[in-house]
Every structure is written in C-alpha cells, then in structure tokens.
C-alpha cells in the first residue's frame, strides 16, 4: 500500500499539486490520467520514492514495482534474462549454481569436491525454495508474452534496442509481481508510466489480462484507452490548473460519462448564474441612481457577485500546442541514400545489405518486428551510430531532422532554452521564443531542466527543434508515443502537410495513414515494396 499526505509538488515555479492526500489500497487499479504536463509522471516518481515532494510526504508499506517512461539501466552488460530474473534474486543464485557445478566437473575426488557438492547443494535448495525453475519457466513466459523470446533473453542489454529493453524491465516488473506471499496474493504495487509503449497488438492484450488479474494496487498513466477501459476501477484526474486530484471511484468508461455529465451541470448552473447575476446588477445599477437606495444597491450588486463567485469552477480548456514541422530547405532530387548498411552487436547481425534511396518529398515506412533494427537504421541515417559495412551518402543540399524515440537527442542536463538554441544556433532569439510558446513552453519552464519534463513535453520539445531546423529529410521514430490525444493529432496533421521526405517508424496506423506512405521498407531483410492496405495491419504487429 502506498500512502501520500498533503502531497505539494513543483516544477520550478508552478505549481503542479497542492496539498493533495492519495491512497493506493490493495485491488486498487487506478488510472492516473491529465493532460501533458499536468504532472502526472511527476506525481508517479514521487509515489516510487524516485522523487522528492516540494511538500509533505509518501510512504510505502510494500513492494513498489516502478516502470517510468524512460528506463535508464544501470549495467547493460548484463543478460536479459538474469535482469528479469533479479526481480527475485535468482540470477545470482543461478551463476553460483554454475560457479559451483564448473567446481564439481574439475576437481578431484577429495575434500575440496566434497565441499563443492556441499555448496551446490545449499545453493539448489535456496534456489528451489523461491520457486527455482519453475519461476525461471515462468519469468521466460512473461518475456514471450512481451514479445523477448528465448534467444533475446540470452542477450547483453547493450545489444537491445531501446524498446526491448524497456520490455525487459516491464517483464521483470510484472515478474516480480507475480510472486505471490503467504495468503497467495502479490503484495506488489504496480506504478506504470506508459506501458503499451513498444508493445505490439498481442502483447497489448495479454498485458491487459495480466493486470486486471493482479490482485496488488496498480497506477497507471496511459493514452491507450481501451487498457484504461479494460484495467481501471478508480480514475485520478490531474487538474494542471487548479493543482489538484479529482477522485472518482468508478470505471474509466463511467468516468467519462460522469465528468461529461458534470461538466454539463456546471456549465448550466453558471450559465443561470450569470444571468440572474446579471439581472441583479443591472437592478442594482437602477436602485443606485436613487440616493435614498444607495444601500440596497450595493446589497444587491454583493448579492450577485457571491452567487458567481460560489459557484464549482468548470474546467478550462486545455491549451493546444501548435505543431509543425519545418519548411523544407531546397535539395537535390535525391538527398538521402544508403548502400549497403549492415549492423551486429557482438556475434547478434541486425541486419546486413540494406539499400535505400531517399528522394525528396518521398515517404516511406519502415516495418518489421520487435528487435528487427528499425531504430537501428534510422540511427545509422542520422549518423548517432556507425554501420558495420555499407555507407550512408548525403546528396545536394541535405538538412537532417531526427526525432528520437528515446529522447537521445535531447539533453537532459540542459534547459528547454539551451535544448533549442542547441538545434537552432543561428535562429533570432525572438522566432526561437516565438517557437516556444506554439509548442507551449514560455515564462520560467523555458529554464526547466529538460529531464525533469514529462514524456509528452520532452515529445514537443524534441519537435520543436526539428521545426527550428529547416530539415528537408525527417527521420521520426515512434513521434506519437507519450502524446495526449489533442496533441497526438497535432502530429498525425503535421505530418500531412509536411512537403519534405519522412522515413518513419511506428506502432501507430494512425501515424501511417496520415504519412499516407509511397513505399516500405521491411526488416531485417531489407526489402522494398510498393504501400499497400494490407501493411497497415502490420503496423501494430511490428
């Protein structure tokens, strides 16, 4: 259980939640939803013990299980399968196991032998006591069902695109989370920011069952709403104007009709208000011409006021950001290609003889499952990495843009003004400010830390730098993650009207059938094709 009191968190200046007191009570499935920004990712980390409150405190009586937007692993020369495994301990239990049988195999018959049997022994029967191969068993079919088969759990993470590996940590959440205590109920609370984000179709749906079988407490921030409807049973809602959480005991589905249904009211409530309020002061205004009704008219001008000023705020509409991408700059028919690209992590090859001519206003998607190397590629394009053979070969007038789906272009020890000065150094600081505020950073935030912005404002900030750069060639992985709905369709409307060449990665059909795609490239194996119909079913299965 995970207990919050007079909870007071800041970004800077603003004020995010104000003296707010929350409880995650076992079977809790709570959905944590508000605008980008709002301070939802925030509010998670705090509950996670990852952050500090600017007031009061949060404390946890459990285990905490906390996915957050963007893992950073600390040893990425670890497998994949002992990070899973650690959730429980068992990896360090198993390379003992192994240490202790390469001991048996190679000592002779004596008292060293003797104590190298006793020693596995021991380290068997812990191993067996914490459920030993049966939870390695287990562990392994929580990995497929997240799209890791065997052969990647065999991996070094460093090897991992940045995708799988935040499916490893999620496998290794929910791994620790299915082990149930002595009653046979997990004691685990799940804190879970944006967890749909790299899974494809089926993953997405054993997820769902998954977390409404878990019988611990769960919050969860996600633009997938169909999880929400499938998973909830208490919604908070972050109101980023008023610093505070509504709660609301009910279903996501009846959430929405309830807050559809009291917006409703107050917005009639005050429409009558207003009214009468405007009846009465235009009585008052009549009384006061009389002197000997001097005070009656005041009265009734005070009568008015208070009946607008008691009445239940209704709720502002959010701010949209106005997203663009930039006006390509003049190049050559063809200012992008690639010949022959091959990339291997260590004895692992990604993919080996992919050909690619990028030529200008041309739109292309890249497709292939989970691990195939489509990030992979579209860091070789932007040249954050090197391939292993083959080149990457700029044409006449080439201006890159790459948006990240990590982030990795963004540095997060920087301010949101530096981040953008950084993309656009020659630009007027009035048109970067300018830039700014469409993308809804203005005031003190422009000296927020770009690490401490929430997933969906690190998406704007990362798009506003492309938009300050004039590229003719947009390298986009997975631009709609992280993103509300209003600004999720902000994108999607860019990317039509968009008159440069796009090569784009994405789980999306949304973001593909706004590209509206000439061709495709699909990986490992480097084939062309024509767009068709029949691909875009394919886009939420790779």
């Given at each position: 259980?995970?207990?919050a009191?007079?909870?007071?968190?800041?970004a800077?200046?603003?004020?995010?939640?104000?003296?707010?007191?929350?409880?995650?009570?076992?079977?809790?499935?709570?959905?944590?939803?508000g605008?980008?920004?709002?301070?939802?990712?925030?509010?998670?980390?705090?509950?996670a013990?990852?952050?500090?409150p600017?007031?009061?405190?949060?404390?946890?009586?459990?285990?905490?299980g906390?996915?957050?937007?963007?893992?950073?692993?600390?040893?990425?020369?670890?497998?994949?399968?002992?990070?899973?495994?650690?959730?429980?301990?068992?990896?360090q239990?198993l390379?003992?196991?192994?240490?202790?049988?390469?001991?048996?195999?190679?000592?002779v018959?004596?008292?060293?032998?003797?104590?190298?049997?006793?020693?596995?022994?021991?380290?068997?029967?812990?191993?067996?006591?914490?459920g030993?191969?049966?939870?390695?068993?287990?562990?392994?079919?929580?990995?497929?069902?997240?799209?890791?088969?065997?052969?990647?759990?065999?991996?070094?993470?460093?090897?991992?695109?940045?995708?799988?590996?935040?499916?490893?940590?999620?496998a290794?959440?929910?791994?620790?989370?299915s082990?149930?205590?002595?009653?046979?109920?997990?004691?685990?609370?799940?804190?879970?920011?944006?967890p749909?984000?790299?899974?494809?179709?089926?993953?997405?749906?054993?997820?769902r069952g998954?977390?409404?079988?878990h019988?611990?407490?769960?919050?969860?921030?996600?633009?997938?709403?169909?999880?929400?409807?499938?998973?909830?049973?208490?919604?908070?809602?972050?109101?980023?104007?008023?610093?505070?959480?509504?709660?609301?005991?009910?279903?996501?589905?009846?959430?929405?009709e309830?807050?559809?249904?009291d917006?409703k009211?107050?917005?009639?409530?005050?429409?009558?208000?207003?009214?009468?309020?405007?009846?009465?002061?235009?009585?008052?205004?009549?009384?006061?011409?009389?002197?000997t009704?001097?005070?009656?008219?005041?009265?009734?001008?005070?009568?008015?006021?208070?009946?607008i000023?008691?009445?239940?705020?209704?709720?502002?509409?959010?701010?949209?950001?106005?997203?663009r991408?930039?006006?390509?700059?003049p190049?050559?028919?063809?200012?992008?290609?690639?010949?022959?690209?091959?990339?291997?992590?260590?004895?692992?090859?990604?993919?080996?003889?992919?050909?690619?001519?990028?030529?200008?206003?041309?739109?292309?998607?890249?497709?292939g499952?989970?691990?195939?190397g489509?990030?992979?590629?579209?860091?070789?394009?932007?040249?954050?990495?090197?391939?292993?053979?083959?080149?990457?070969?700029?044409?006449?007038?080439?201006r890159?843009?790459?948006?990240?789906?990590?982030?990795?272009?963004l540095?997060?020890e920087?301010?949101?003004?530096?981040c953008?000065?950084?993309?656009?150094?020659?630009?007027?600081?009035?048109?970067?400010?300018?830039?700014?505020?469409?993308?809804?950073?203005?005031?003190?935030?422009?000296?927020?830390?770009?690490?401490?912005?929430?997933?969906?404002?690190?998406t704007?900030?990362?798009?506003?730098?492309l938009?300050?750069?004039a590229?003719n060639?947009?390298?986009?992985?997975?631009?709609?993650?992280?993103l509300?709905p209003?600004?999720?369709?902000?994108?999607?409307?860019?990317?039509?009207?968009?008159?440069?060449?796009?090569?784009?990665?994405?789980?999306?059909?949304?973001?593909?059938?706004?590209?509206?795609?000439e061709?495709?490239?699909?990986?490992?194996?480097?084939?062309?094709d024509?767009?068709?119909?029949?691909?875009?079913?394919?886009v939420?299965?790779?």
């Amino acid at each position: 259980m995970i207990t919050a009191t007079e909870l007071e968190l800041r970004a800077g200046a603003r004020i995010l939640l104000d003296g707010a007191t929350l409880r995650v009570a076992p079977g809790d499935r709570i959905g944590l939803v508000g605008r980008n920004g709002a301070g939802k990712t925030t509010t998670m980390r705090v509950l996670a013990g990852e952050g500090q409150p600017y007031g009061g405190s949060a404390t946890a009586s459990s285990a905490v299980g906390y996915l957050p937007q963007d893992p950073r692993e600390g040893d990425l020369s670890v497998t994949a399968k002992d990070r899973v495994l650690s959730a429980r301990g068992l990896d360090q239990l198993l390379r003992q196991m192994e240490k202790a049988q390469t001991a048996m195999a190679e000592l002779v018959d004596g008292p060293e032998r003797d104590q190298a049997v006793r020693d596995y022994g021991r380290i068997e029967e812990r191993f067996a006591a914490l459920g030993g191969y049966a939870a390695e068993s287990e562990a392994a079919r929580i990995c497929a069902h997240l799209g890791l088969p065997d052969r990647v759990l065999e991996q070094i993470l460093a090897t991992l695109s940045g995708g799988q590996r935040r499916r490893v940590e999620l496998a290794r959440i929910l791994y620790a989370a299915s082990d149930a205590g002595a009653n046979g109920r997990s004691a685990t609370t799940l804190l879970l920011d944006e967890p749909t984000n790299h899974l494809d179709a089926d993953s997405i749906v054993w997820l769902r069952g998954f977390l409404q079988r878990h019988e611990g407490g769960l919050v969860v921030i996600s633009h997938d709403t169909d999880l929400l409807a499938a998973v909830v049973n208490k919604v908070w809602f972050l109101d980023a104007t008023r610093g505070e959480i509504d709660t609301y005991n009910m279903s996501w589905r009846r959430y929405q009709e309830a807050r559809a249904t009291d917006e409703k009211r107050r917005r009639r409530e005050r429409a009558n208000a207003e009214k009468k309020a405007a009846a009465l002061h235009l009585q008052a205004a009549k009384l006061g011409a009389k002197a000997t009704k001097a005070v009656a008219a005041k009265n009734m001008a005070r009568r008015a006021d208070t009946m607008i000023a008691n009445l239940e705020p209704t709720r502002q509409n959010d701010k949209v950001a106005k997203i663009r991408f930039p006006e390509p700059a003049p190049c050559g028919r063809t200012p992008l290609t690639a010949e022959g690209l091959a990339k291997s992590y260590g004895s692992l090859e990604i993919f080996a003889g992919v050909d690619l001519a990028i030529d200008r206003g041309s739109r292309v998607v890249v497709l292939g499952l989970n691990g195939a190397g489509k990030t992979t590629l579209l860091r070789l394009l932007a040249g954050e990495e090197q391939s292993d053979a083959g080149q990457v070969v700029a044409g006449h007038g080439l201006r890159l843009g790459y948006y990240a789906q990590e982030h990795d272009t963004l540095d997060l020890e920087a301010t949101v003004w530096e981040c953008v000065r950084h993309a656009a150094p020659d630009a007027p600081e009035q048109r970067l400010r300018t830039l700014l505020g469409a993308f809804l950073f203005s005031g003190d935030q422009l000296d927020q830390l770009a690490g401490t912005l929430s997933g969906g404002e690190k998406t704007r900030l990362a798009l506003a730098g492309l938009v300050s750069s004039a590229a003719n060639v947009l390298l986009l992985d997975e631009p709609t993650n992280n993103l509300d709905p209003v600004s999720r369709e902000q994108v999607l409307d860019a990317l039509r009207r968009y008159e440069g060449a796009v090569v784009l990665v994405t789980h999306d059909p949304g973001a593909a059938e706004a590209l509206n795609p000439e061709r495709v490239i699909l990986l490992p194996d480097g084939t062309e094709d024509h767009w068709s119909g029949e691909y875009l079913e394919l886009v939420t299965l790779a």
